[in-house]
């Protein structure tokens, strides 16, 4: 794979609040919703929604619907953390919405009080929805890698996300619990996930403000008509980004490791990339592992904690390649 080697541009300044920013049409439609900064050590989505803002007034002809962007988790932003006590985007449930908001201030920690305010403008903009809600998740990577975006794996979900040309990785969400992505998703949303790549990268930044400018066509706010030349360059960005990579992928299995099992990827694997059967993948105390069928592999783990070894899975047909 190739990697651009720009150097690092993401600071944030001005310093994140929770509203982004509102534009609002005179006219109903659909509402595109966007978090970005879930994650406090994330910036490349901030600076992005900013970016895309500046340059959306909200006159554009034909316009329509509503934009909503915020920050998910202001105090991490402000900190450069992915996080103060606990992972914002690993507690999103209708039960524990309802038990946050009965809870005491005492009984509540940081990123308690950051999902109870998060959730507000969601409801808000929910309840003042005047059409359907599209969801846009924006976040980076601490490793290099293709960027990608994950949706759950349901048809009415696919037509959205295919509009992007980035690739689009099916049953990822299904593996961790209590993502913000899921809990809309339940709520009625279409729900699009964007990893755009490693956090500290203009490249990433690029690949945000490429998808934004698609999803408000892609959502219905604008007729496509209205910024072809923008809509064009954007596709083309996060084509040129995809490379040769298939559009669409399921990920099938999972290779769980435990600390004992001394697991050790090979080196020089992709964050995705095709795989042939028999190929080896990684190695443990037990022996060689190697890939049981021909397909794609997912998430190497080669940095970091964690008790994904790495998943695989297979590349599926779409109409529009
Ligand atoms: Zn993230």
Redesign the pocket.
Known sequence: MILRTDEPSTAMTPAPTRRLGVVRSGQPGPTLMITAG??GN?PAGVIAVRRFLETFSGSEPGFIGEIAAFCGNVGASLAGKRYLDHDL?RRWSRERMMGLALAGPSDRDREDDEQLALSREIDDTMARARGPVYFLDL??TSAAGYPFSMIADHPEQRVFALRFGLPIILGLLGQIDGVLLEYLRLRGCICLGIEAGQHDRSSSIDHHLAALRIAVVAAGLLPGDSIPSILDASQDTLRRARGELPLLMRVEDRHGIRPDDEFRMEPGFANIERIEKGQLLARDRKGEIRARESGILFMPLYQGLGDDGFFTGQALATDIE
Do not use: Q
């Open positions: 879930l994650h994330e985007n976040h980076t």
